[in-house]
Nanobody
Framework: QLQLVESGGGLVQPGGSLRLSCVAS????????IGWFRQGPGKEREGVSC????????TYADSVKGRFIISRDVAKNTVYLEMNSLKPEDTAVYYC?????????????????WGQGTQVTVSS
């Protein structure tokens, strides 16, 4: 059974950092694209960053480029999102999602397997 479990969310002040983790089970990251998505209050769910292909090609939303870093540890079947210089507008529920790597990008509709989400709140 394919499962994704996120952790690492919390409350942080503007300018601070958080590291999210997503542990995958029931499948290997070698063959799946996986990424982070978020849904802020009153907003649609959007792609934040994804890592795809055996070479680990990465994509980032323009709003997080230069601040967030996605990485994966295939041996641990875990993907991470290092979030730096956090802003209030980064406040959202962050979801980990995966699907068989068929050359997708980082669009919500391309992923069929989702975690339960972890809340990130950026506030002073």
């Amino acid at each position: 059974q394919l499962q994704l479990v996120e952790s690492g969310g919390g409350l942080v002040q503007p300018g601070g950092s958080l590291r999210l983790s997503c542990v995958a089970s029931g499948f290997s990251l070698d063959y799946y694209g996986i990424g982070w998505f978020r849904q802020g209050p009153g907003k649609e769910r959007e792609g934040v960053s994804c890592i795809i292909g055996s070479g680990g090609s990465t994509t980032y939303a323009d709003s997080v480029k230069g601040r967030f870093i996605i990485s994966r540890d295939v041996a641990k079947n875990t993907v991470y999102l290092e979030m730096n210089s956090l802003k209030p507008e980064d406040t959202a529920v962050y979801y980990c999602a995966a699907d068989i790597d068929y050359g997708m990008s980082c669009r919500v509709w391309e992923y069929n397997y989702w975690g339960q989400g972890t809340q990130v709140t950026v506030s002073s």
